[in-house]
Every structure is written in structure tokens, then in C-alpha cells.
């Protein structure tokens, strides 16, 4: 087991830390508000606009969006600490990379190669934690395919065990038709999740949050119940990864929501 999650690990070239910055840094605001601007919206700190890591402008599409940021600004207290505002980052990466890049969607594509749904534990080593999978994994798993129109290859052998090219092709296209503000979204879920199919059935396939965590850390759970954990340490991570995946679910369902009232009132215009 301990094999296969460091080939898993071993494929991905994306960090799981949202941080964007170089340092935190002292509190500097009071007040926070949300006023409109442009197409979109604006966070001011006092009477300063709130600007991305790289200087620009942010002007965020929505204004439920603006309201997510502005409460995690105002949620720090005596410094900024950026690792607790994960949709403002996110937000300021849609910001400085408005045109995603073939080289986010190719990041995305490598956790087919490992990813954490694809690689099942021999039944001969644990018939439990296979039958467990089986009946956890199984479901999301036909989906993907299902939805795609592919055949996943799934394995219990610790070698890789590369995907079809046309199983590629088709979440290529999926990938590159995403609207801009979703790829960082769906990158860094996809990266915390360890999974690029979970990812998919979470935005795409009526997967709530908790349960792709659940699906995620099916192993980790498993290990613990068997073994038991390191203090506090499964709590933390457990909530920061929660924290990470519900703040990604939220821009990518802010932006469809957006687009498809944009569709609507073309259609009625």
C-alpha cells in the first residue's frame, strides 16, 4: 500500500499549497466591502482595492464570489495569513493566468496515469480494505466512464498502469473547454484530491464535497481506523483539505451558474 501511494505522489508536478505569496504579513485593514465594478465585482480593505499577488486588478465575476473573498480577509486577525483564504487565491490565480494554458490541462491529464480510484489494494493482501474500495470506488469510477464514453483502467499492481489514448483525449477536450476562472479551481482540486476522476464526478457528477474527500482519503481512513492516528495531525489536514476542495467546488459553480444565467438572458433577449 505504502508502494502504490508513493506512485501516486511521484506523478503529480502540482503543489497542494494554495499559497501564491511570499510571506504573510501584518493586518493593515478595518473595514471590508464589496462594491460592483465593471462586469464583475471588487473587495475593498478600508478604501484600497483589493489587487492579486501580481499587481492587477481583481474584479471578481460574482458577487456571492466577492462576499467569499471579503469574508476571508475580514476572518484574519492579527496577521494575513494567505493559506486560510483559499478562494481568494484561487480568485487571484484565475486573475493573473485569464488564458489558461495547455500546460494546466496536461498537468491535470498525469494524475490519470496514478490516480487514487485507479489503483486498488490486491485482495490477497486486504480482502477488506478491497472490498471497501469496491464498493466506494466502484460507483465514481463507472460514472467516469459512463460520462466519457471510455473504459477506465483500474489495477492492483503497484506498476503503472497508463489510461487509453482515447480515455485521454476525451478529458483533454473536457479540460480545455472549461471557462478560465474553473481551471486553477479544478487544477488545485484535482491536485488535493490526488485524483483527477473524483475531481470530475465532484464538478460534474453530483459528488458533494464531503463525499469526495471521503473517497480521497479512503486509505488514510482505513490505515487509522486499523492503526490509529498521530495526534490532531489527521484533524488538521482533514480540515484544511476540506477547506481547499469546498472553496475550488465554489468558484467552478459560481462561474456556471453565472454563464448560465448569461445563456438565459440571451435566449429571452
Not at 504579513?25 to 489587487?51: C, I, M, T, W
Not at 474553473?182 to 464535497?209: C, F, K, R
Request: aromatic share 8%; charged share 25%.
Amino acid at each position: 500500500m505504502l508502494a502504490r501511494s508513493l506512485l501516486r505522489l511521484r506523478s503529480t508536478s502540482l503543489s497542494r499549497s494554495l499559497a501564491t505569496f511570499k510571506q504573510d504579513r501584518k493586518r493593515f485593514y478595518k473595514e471590508l466591502s464589496v462594491a460592483p465594478a465593471g462586469d464583475g465585482f471588487q473587495v475593498q480593505l478600508d478604501h484600497y482595492n483589493l489587487v492579486t499577488s501580481f499587481k492587477n486588478k481583481l474584479i471578481i465575476p460574482t458577487e456571492r464570489l466577492a462576499n467569499a473573498v471579503a469574508l476571508e480577509w475580514d476572518s484574519q486577525k492579527e496577521n494575513i495569513i494567505f493559506e486560510t483564504m483559499p478562494v481568494t487565491t484561487l480568485c487571484f490565480k484565475a486573475t493573473d493566468r485569464p488564458i489558461p494554458d495547455k500546460e494546466q490541462v496536461e498537468h491535470m491529464l498525469e494524475f490519470l496515469t496514478t490516480d487514487t480510484v485507479c489503483y486498488r489494494a490486491p485482495p490477497e493482501e486486504s480482502e477488506q480494505l478491497y472490498a471497501l474500495e469496491k464498493s466506494r470506488w466502484d460507483p465514481i469510477t463507472d460514472w467516469f466512464s459512463t460520462n466519457f464514453h471510455v473504459h477506465l483502467a483500474l489495477t492492483t499492481d503497484i506498476t503503472l498502469t497508463p489510461q487509453s489514448q482515447q480515455t485521454i483525449d476525451r478529458v483533454r477536450e473536457h479540460l480545455a473547454s472549461l471557462h478560465p476562472w474553473e481551471v486553477p479551481a479544478y487544477q488545485h482540486a484535482t491536485a488535493s484530491l490526488q485524483s483527477l476522476v473524483i475531481t470530475t464526478a465532484l464538478m460534474d457528477g453530483g459528488l458533494d464535497t464531503e463525499e469526495a474527500i471521503a473517497a480521497s482519503m479512503l486509505e488514510t481512513d482505513y490505515q487509522i481506523d486499523r492503526w490509529g492516528e498521530v495526534e490532531w495531525q489527521h484533524t488538521i489536514d482533514r480540515a484544511r483539505l476540506s477547506a481547499d476542495v469546498a472553496a475550488a467546488s465554489l468558484v467552478v459553480r459560481e462561474i456556471r451558474d453565472m454563464e448560465q444565467d448569461k445563456k438565459a438572458a440571451f435566449n429571452t433577449a
